[in-house]
């Protein structure tokens, strides 16, 4: 299987940064897209960032020019850097996975356990 586990989240005052890490480990054959959702109490989990396997990228308007996702495909680890912090940018960030664990294996879904950001003066 592959386990998710991020870290780099906390409280920040407004107009701040903050840099999220995800490293994948356990039984990797193959990691496709990773990603980078959140969710705010009381609303739905949505889509933060999004990065292929070789660099391609997508953004929400919500967070175009403020965050940015890479990845280190050697350390099998993806980052979130998250400029410009807003107070609506509070939320639990989950990391997000494509990953086949075996090669005889079908490419499955996998999520981190979450990591709180909290964005308040």
């Known amino acids: 299987q592959v386990h998710l586990v991020e870290s780099g989240g906390g409280l920040v005052q407004p107009e701040g940064s903050l840099r999220l890490s995800c490293a994948a480990s356990?039984?990797?054959?193959?990691?496709?897209?990773m990603a980078w959702y959140r969710q705010a109490p009381g609303k739905e989990r949505e889509l933060v960032a999004a990065?292929?396997?070789?660099?391609?990228?997508n953004y929400p308007d919500s967070v175009k020019g403020r965050f940015a996702i890479s990845r280190d495909n050697a350390k099998n680890t993806v980052y979130l850097q998250m400029n410009s912090l807003k107070p609506d940018d509070t939320a639990v960030y989950y990391c997000?996975?494509?990953?086949?664990?075996?090669?005889?294996?079908?490419?499955?879904?996998?999520w981190g356990q979450g990591t709180q950001v909290s964005v308040s003066s």
């Open positions: 997000n996975a494509q990953a086949q664990p075996y090669m005889w294996d079908s490419m499955r879904n996998y």
């Open positions: 356990g039984s990797i054959f193959r990691l496709n897209t």
């Open positions: 990065i292929t396997s070789v660099g391609s990228t």
